[in-house]
């Protein structure tokens, strides 16, 4: 390793590879589990006529996935609004008629419209 200034290994030199690190360290604070914000603990979040019926079997997978994995997710809040973005567009529905709900809100609203959709189907 000393060879490269870079800290390249020899195998990795000879082919003209390199060593790329996917993942920051790991420390106490990211595996401690985060709380669930009060609103859903409260759970209900009640939009009657919520469209879902426009989403794909992916879509909602992708939603109770995230739900599912809550507390394990480092990177929520960016990837809950890329998830609500897609869950609005797929629904037709505008970012303003959601009044200003955070992006895990909706993505949990969505899950729970489609499972009472499924109840009274």
Known sequence: MSVNAQARRLGDLAAGTLVVWDRSSVSLERLRPRPVP???????????????????????????????????????PALAQRIAAALLRQMELPPEQVGGLPAEAIIVAVVQAAHRREETS
Request: net charge negative; hydrophobic share 40%.
């Open 38 to 76: 009060e609103w859903v603990q409260r759970a209900e979040i009640d939009w009657i006529g919520l469209p879902v019926e426009r989403l794909s079997s992916r879509d909602l997978q992708m939603s109770e996935e995230f739900c599912r994995r809550w507390n394990q997710l480092a990177n929520r």
